[in-house]
């Protein structure tokens, strides 16, 4: 239901929002477009490219948002320590989890910076699509993407004159998926943002580089891994192959959908190493391997490395798993509500400032539904403007996804 307090709300927010970040936009014309475009993307809009963007500010043509994408005179990546610093103070906890992911843009064509044919776990299969490696922060309060890189197969960064024609600097050499996550991992560690937890699938988790990277820099890690790897000598699900029944237990990695999400448990506690696990000769650290298998098909069974206090128990690294399915939320809520993946960009810069408004956009929802969790809002958030500036109309804005729920909802909203 709608009453002036929760539109003042909203404004109030949106506004204090746009003048945490107003200073990175040297000029007054440039952060009024900067204001149109974020509040295009959150609203209602059908589809969210440059023409029905520009329509629904009220500008005569998309000219005026290319320039702000592509050769306006800003930083993204300030913009990105600011909405690291905005999703900190609206969600952050102490046991915070960083959840690294990546995310498939199909495209058309071959200009557009990093696109080929590739396996888009979006798609499911491999299309012509660019990628992009994401990380999301996580806690009871909530969930918000917070960093991003775009990934550069070797048939761009080997063509440097394709690279120049997408505007990618010539600095930016071939990083792998692993090595990009690197990246987003040690920004968000020096951060402000209160970290407890680092998880990722298999594709980041079999990676050693990665997993000392995390072991030397502080929190804790829960990370899927291949069946085919090797812990200390053995393959891991040989290691479990061996586990009798009794050792397999019923838990929860977290609530989905239709309720909790239940699998059969198994863990196992490896052997520590010392230059990592201890403070002088006091163990502090333990290592585990974990197995689910699920219980209607116990064939089907994943595999995970696990870092963790010594205090920590199973149920807690279980419940870290569950942390991972965050960025498929996150990334369904702001392609869908906040139109991550409209973007009508080809160039190298274009896609990353495109994209931290899309996602400045979704972290402001995130924040606006912790909030009315917190107050015991209620399930559907009244929108905080009209349909378009000249035209006022009553209503609450609903997912245009059948697939998610209400904006402030069951899914958007649910404590972890």
Aim: proline letters at 4%; glycine letters at 10%; a positive charge.
């Amino acid at each position: 239901m709608i009453d002036e307090h929760a539109d003042v709300t909203w404004e109030r927010e949106l506004d204090g929002l746009f003048l945490r970040i107003g200073h990175r936009f040297g000029r007054a014309d440039l952060r009024r477009r900067m204001r149109d475009y974020v509040r295009g993307l959150l609203a209602p809009v059908s589809r969210k490219n440059g023409w029905q963007l520009a329509e629904f500010a009220g500008h005569r043509t998309p000219d005026g948002f290319q320039r702000l994408l592509n050769g306006a005179n800003w930083d993204a990546d300030d913009v990105r320590d600011d909405l690291r610093a905005y999703v900190a103070e609206h969600l952050g906890e102490d046991g915070g989890v960083l959840v690294v992911d990546d995310t498939g843009f199909v495209k058309k064509g071959t200009a557009s910076a990093g696109v080929q044919r590739q396996y888009s776990g979006t798609a499911g299969r491999t299309e012509n699509c660019q990628i992009g490696v994401f990380a999301a922060y996580a806690t009871t309060r909530g969930r918000a993407l917070v960093d991003r890189e775009l990934y550069l197969p070797k048939s761009w960064t080997d063509d440097r004159e394709r690279c120049r024609a997408a505007k990618v600097p010539d600095d930016r050499g071939f990083a792998t998926k692993g090595e990009l996550a690197k990246r987003l991992i040690l920004r968000a560690l020096a951060s402000g943002l209160p970290l407890a937890w680092v998880t990722a699938d298999a594709a980041y988790g079999q990676g050693g580089r990665l997993r000392r990277l995390i072991e030397q820099s502080g929190p804790g890690y829960v990370l899927a891994v291949p069946k085919s790897q090797q812990v200390f000598g053995p393959r891991i699900d040989y290691l479990f192959a061996q586990v009798p029944d009794e050792a397999w237990e019923t838990l929860s990695c977290g609530d989905g959908a239709k309720g909790p999400k239940h699998y059969h448990w198994a863990a196992l506690e490896l052997r520590t190493v010392v230059d990592f696990d201890y403070q002088g000769e006091t163990p502090v650290r333990r290592r585990w391997a974990l197995a689910r298998r699920s219980i209607s098909k116990p064939a089907e069974i994943a595999y995970f490395l696990a870092y963790a206090p010594r205090e920590t128990t199973v149920a807690d690294l279980v419940r870290i798993t569950g942390m991972r399915w965050q960025t498929e939320e996150c990334f369904q809520a702001a392609k869908n509500e906040c139109g991550l993946d409209q973007y009508e960009v080809r160039r190298y810069t274009g896609w990353y400032r495109h994209t931290i408004l899309a996602m400045l956009a979704h972290a402001y929802l995130a924040a606006m539904a912790a909030d009315a969790a917190a107050k015991g809002g209620a399930e559907t958030l009244p929108a905080p403007w009209p349909r378009s500036p000249w035209q006022k109309s009553a209503g609450s804005w609903h997912s245009t996804s059948a697939r998610t729920t209400k904006l402030a909802g069951r899914r958007f909203a649910r404590t972890l």
